[in-house]
C-alpha cells in the first residue's frame, strides 16, 4: 500500500480501495494528522524535534520513521494488555492509518526512576505531583514501585503536571481508572522486555482514547525516544544524569546554549543531530533486535 504525506487533502491507498479525500486536520508537534473518514484517521510522523515543549528548526533524519517503527512494535505486543488504535502501518515507515478516538484530556507519565521533571519536583518537595516519596532519594535511583504522573496537553507551551485527583475529574474516574491501570501494565511489560535487552526504562509517556463503545484505547505513540527515557543497563549508576537513548542529547544541548526555553528554539548543528539519529536508531535496535535499515526496506517486519 502507498501514502500520500501531502498537506491539505491527499491521496492514498488502502488495501485496494483507494482514499481520495484525506483531509488535513492538524499538525502536530511531531505528525500530521488527516481524516480519512469518520472511523480513521492518516497519521504521518515527520522528522521534527521539539524540547521542552517547543518544535526546533532543524530535523532529525529518519526520527518520524524511529516512532512509527516503534510504536508499531509495541502496539503488536500489547493488544492483550490494552486494545490500540493502529489499524495498517503504511510502506514509507512512517505513516499509519488508525482508529479515531475522543482522547482524554491528559498524559500519563509512568516513572520508574526519579529523573527529568520528577527529580526537579522531588527536590523541593519530596513528592512528585501529589506521590510522597522516601526521603534521601538520588537523582536517576529507581523508585520503590513505579508511580504514575498525569500532565495537561497543552496545545501551545508547556504541559503542566497535576495530581491524579485532577485528572480524574477531567477524566471522568472510570475512564481515568482505566488508563492508569492500562499505562501501570504497559509500563511493566515493557520495562521487563527493555532490561532483557540491556535498556533501563526510566518513564515513559502514553495517550488514550475512548472508543465508540466507551473502551479505553491506548493511541499516539508508544515506548518511543521521543515518549520515553532509554538508559543503557551497563553504566546504570545512580546520583546524577545518566546517558540516554532518546532526546536529552539534544535538551542538553538546548540548554548550554542558555536557552530559556521559550520560541523559537536554537538550530542544532549537524554533529548534535548525527549523534541524536544515532541514539534514536540505537533504541530501536536494541529495544525490536531488527536492524533499523531491514525496517526501511520493509516495515512491516515490526508487526
Excluded at 509512568?110 to 534521601?136: K, M, N, T
Aim: proline share 7%; charged share 25%.
Amino acid at each position: 500500500m502507498s501514502f500520500s504525506s501531502a498537506c491539505g487533502h491527499s491521496s492514498l491507498r488502502v488495501g485496494k480501495e483507494p482514499v481520495t479525500e484525506a483531509v488535513h486536520l492538524a499538525s502536530g508537534k511531531v505528525r500530521e494528522i488527516y481524516a480519512l473518514d469518520d472511523d480513521r484517521l492518516q497519521l504521518v510522523a515527520s522528522d521534527r524535534i521539539s524540547t521542552f515543549d517547543v518544535i526546533l528548526p532543524t530535523p532529525i533524519p529518519d526520527k518520524g520513521r524511529v516512532l512509527t517503527g516503534m510504536s508499531a512494535f509495541w502496539f503488536a505486543r500489547t493488544r492483550e494488555i490494552v486494545p490500540n488504535h493502529l489499524l495498517q502501518l503504511g510502506d514509507d515507515g512512517r505513516t499509519t492509518i488508525c482508529r479515531r478516538l475522543q482522547m482524554l484530556p491528559v498524559e500519563l507519565v509512568v516513572r520508574g526512576y526519579l529523573s527529568g521533571s520528577g527529580w526537579v519536583d522531588y527536590q523541593a518537595s519530596g513528592s512528585v505531583c501529589g506521590h510522597a516519596l522516601p526521603s534521601g532519594l538520588r537523582e536517576s535511583e529507581r523508585l520503590p514501585e513505579p508511580v504514575v504522573t498525569p500532565a495537561t496537553k497543552a496545545e501551545e507551551g508547556h504541559d503542566l503536571n497535576i495530581t491524579e485527583a485532577e485528572a480524574a475529574a477531567l477524566c471522568g474516574s472510570e475512564a481515568y481508572a482505566a488508563a492508569r491501570d492500562a499505562a501501570l501494565a504497559l509500563y511493566a511489560f515493557a520495562s521487563e522486555h527493555a532490561e532483557s535487552r540491556g535498556v533501563i526504562l526510566a518513564d515513559t509517556k502514553f495517550e488514550f482514547g475512548v472508543d465508540r463503545n466507551g473502551v479505553v484505547t491506548l493511541a499516539d505513540e508508544a515506548l518511543t525516544p521521543d515518549s520515553s527515557r532509554f538508559w543503557p543497563a551497563g553504566t546504570y549508576a545512580p546520583g546524577g544524569p545518566q546517558p540516554s537513548f532518546d532526546k536529552q542529547f539534544v535538551r542538553d544541548f538546548c540548554l548550554s546554549t542558555g536557552w530559556d526555553r521559550s520560541h523559537p528554539g536554537p538550530a542544532v548543528p549537524a554533529d548534535v543531530v548525527a549523534g541524536t539519529r544515532a541514539r534514536y536508531v540505537e533504541a530501536f535496535e536494541r529495544l525490536t533486535e531488527i536492524p533499523f535499515d531491514r525496517y526501511l526496506s520493509d516495515p512491516e517486519v515490526v508487526l
